[in-house]
C-alpha cells in the first residue's frame, strides 16, 4: 500500500512536470512568434529591415501585452519600441510603435532649440526620445515631419535650461513663457516644454538626458515655467512661478 502511494505520487509530480515544460515551451513559442510578427510588422509598415537588440530587450510579457526594442541601419545605436497587444482573448493583435519619435528626433530636438534660442537667448535644449511610450497608431513611413509635430500623442517633450545669469523676474517668467508658447502654436508643435533656471553651471553645461536631473538633484535647478498644448493647439496647462 505504501509502496502504491509513493509511485502514485512520483507519477502526479511527473505529470506536473511535464505540464509545466509543456506550458513553459508553449509561452517560450508564442514570445518567438511574437517577436517575429513584430518585426514583420515594421518592417512591411516602413519598408525597411529591423532587427530585435540581443540585449534584454523583452521588457515585458504579460498575457497581453508583449514590448521589444529593435533597431535599424538607418539608425544606428537607436532602440525603437515595438508592443504587441492582444485583444479579445488573444484573437486578436494590434501592433503600435515609436520609430518616428526616433527618425524625427534630431530635427525635433532642433526645431525646440530654435524657438528656444529666439524666445531666451543663450539657453540650451534637453530633448529626449521618450523609450517607453509609443506614437499614434495611424502614422506610418508616409507621415511628414510638420504631421508628426502636430499631433500630440508623438509625445514631443523638451527641456529650456537657462544659464544662472539669466533674469528670475516674474515678469520675465510670465512673458518669457507666453512667447514661447505662442512661438510653439505659431509652428504647430504640439509638445510639453518645462523651462528652468539652472542654479549650478556645471549641470547647465552636462545636463543632455532627462534622466541627467537626477545625477545632479533638485537643488541644480528651480522651475520657471511649463506648458503642455493639445491637438488643437491649446494651452491646457501653464505654471510660470
Same mark, same amino acid.
Given at each position: 500500500?505504501?509502496?502504491?502511494?509513493?509511485?502514485?505520487?512520483?507519477?502526479?509530480?511527473?505529470?506536473?512536470?511535464?505540464?509545466?515544460?509543456?506550458?513553459?515551451?508553449?509561452?517560450?513559442?508564442?514570445?518567438?512568434?511574437?517577436?517575429?510578427?513584430?518585426?514583420?510588422?515594421?518592417?512591411?509598415?516602413?519598408?525597411?529591415?529591423?532587427? /530585435?537588440?540581443?540585449?534584454?530587450?523583452?521588457?515585458?510579457?504579460?498575457?497581453?501585452?508583449?514590448?521589444?526594442?529593435?533597431?535599424?541601419?538607418?539608425?544606428?545605436?537607436?532602440k525603437i519600441l515595438v508592443m504587441?497587444?492582444?485583444?479579445?482573448?488573444?484573437?486578436?493583435?494590434?501592433?503600435? %510603435?515609436?520609430?518616428?519619435?526616433?527618425?524625427y528626433h534630431e530635427q525635433t530636438?532642433?526645431?525646440?532649440?530654435?524657438?528656444?534660442?529666439?524666445?531666451?537667448?543663450?539657453?540650451?535644449?534637453?530633448c529626449d526620445v521618450d523609450g517607453?511610450?509609443?506614437?499614434?497608431?495611424?502614422? %506610418?513611413?508616409?507621415?511628414?515631419?510638420?504631421?508628426?509635430?502636430?499631433?500630440?500623442?508623438?509625445?514631443?517633450?523638451?527641456?529650456?535650461? /537657462?544659464?544662472?545669469?539669466?533674469?528670475?523676474?516674474?515678469?520675465?517668467?510670465?512673458?518669457?513663457?507666453?512667447?514661447?508658447?505662442?512661438?510653439?502654436?505659431?509652428?504647430?508643435?504640439?509638445?510639453?516644454? %518645462?523651462?528652468?533656471?539652472?542654479?549650478?553651471?556645471?549641470?547647465?553645461?552636462?545636463?543632455?538626458?532627462?534622466? %541627467?536631473?537626477?545625477?545632479?538633484?533638485?537643488?541644480?535647478?528651480?522651475?520657471?515655467?511649463?506648458? /503642455?498644448?493639445?491637438?488643437?493647439?491649446?494651452?491646457?496647462?501653464?505654471?510660470?512661478?
Open positions: 500500500m505504501k509502496d502504491r502511494r509513493i509511485i502514485k505520487f512520483l507519477g502526479a509530480a511527473a505529470l506536473s512536470c511535464v505540464i509545466l515544460i509543456t506550458g513553459m515551451t508553449g509561452c517560450m513559442r508564442r514570445n518567438r512568434m511574437s517577436t517575429k510578427d513584430c518585426i514583420s510588422y515594421m518592417e512591411d509598415k516602413y519598408g525597411i529591415d529591423f532587427t /530585435l537588440i540581443d540585449d534584454n530587450g523583452i521588457n515585458e510579457v504579460t498575457t497581453s501585452v508583449l514590448e521589444i526594442y529593435v533597431q535599424c541601419s538607418e539608425y544606428p545605436g537607436k504587441e497587444e492582444r485583444l479579445n482573448g488573444g484573437k486578436q493583435l494590434v501592433f503600435h %510603435d515609436n520609430f518616428l519619435c526616433v527618425k530636438k532642433a526645431a525646440a532649440e530654435q524657438f528656444a534660442s529666439e524666445v531666451y537667448g543663450e539657453c540650451r535644449v534637453v517607453s511610450d509609443v506614437q499614434p497608431d495611424e502614422f %506610418d513611413g508616409t507621415t511628414s515631419f510638420e504631421e508628426f509635430c502636430a499631433k500630440r500623442g508623438s509625445n514631443i517633450w523638451f527641456e529650456v535650461l /537657462l544659464p544662472t545669469d539669466h533674469s528670475d523676474s516674474d515678469s520675465d517668467k510670465e512673458n518669457e513663457l507666453k512667447k514661447m508658447e505662442q512661438k510653439c502654436i505659431d509652428n504647430r508643435f504640439a509638445c510639453i516644454c %518645462d523651462v528652468y533656471y539652472m542654479a549650478d553651471y556645471d549641470a547647465y553645461n552636462n545636463i543632455k538626458t532627462h534622466t %541627467d536631473f537626477m545625477d545632479y538633484g533638485s537643488s541644480c535647478y528651480s522651475v520657471a515655467g511649463k506648458f /503642455l498644448l493639445d491637438n488643437d493647439f491649446n494651452v491646457t496647462v501653464e505654471t510660470w512661478r
